[in-house]
């Protein structure tokens, strides 16, 4: 038997759940650029409710406005006649790593868990 000295964070009720696993979906539609409307929706909702599912939602919104800032990135590069077919793929790219991360992150938030993206800029605190 072993010991795990760290505290078990508590539940998360059934509504809590589904509004965290809503935060993340919302990075489904990253390549419409609306993708960080449903994260910010449920932050600034649930942020003096219930921490657990505000923090899962400041999570969301901070990758999906990391995923915003390359889209819009690579829509102004994909404006450029040589090198636009990079700002297309690069959209793309980004659209289906948004899509997928977002699909994973939210599987975890609905089972009570977290997730931490491999990458995301710290722009809401």
């Not at 409710?49 to 590069?77: C, K, S, Y």
């Not at 975890?108 to 800029?121: D, E, H, K, Q, V």
């Amino acid at each position: 038997m072993s010991y795990d000295p760290r505290p078990t964070p508590p539940a998360r009720s059934a509504q809590g759940a589904t509004l965290a696993m809503a935060a993340h979906l919302g990075g489904v539609l990253t390549y419409l650029f609306v993708g960080w409307v449903a994260s910010l929706v449920v932050w600034l909702v649930q942020r003096d409710q219930d921490p657990a599912v505000a923090r899962e939602a400041r999570v969301a919104l901070n990758f999906q406005l990391t995923a915003l800032i390359a889209m819009v990135v690579l829509h102004v590069v994909e404006q450029f006649p040589v090198i636009g077919v990079v700002g297309w793929i690069g959209k793309l790219a980004v659209g289906i790593v948004a899509l997928v991360l977002s699909i994973l992150a939210a599987a975890a938030a609905y089972r009570g868990g977290s997730y931490r993206y491999p990458f995301s800029l710290e722009l809401v605190r």
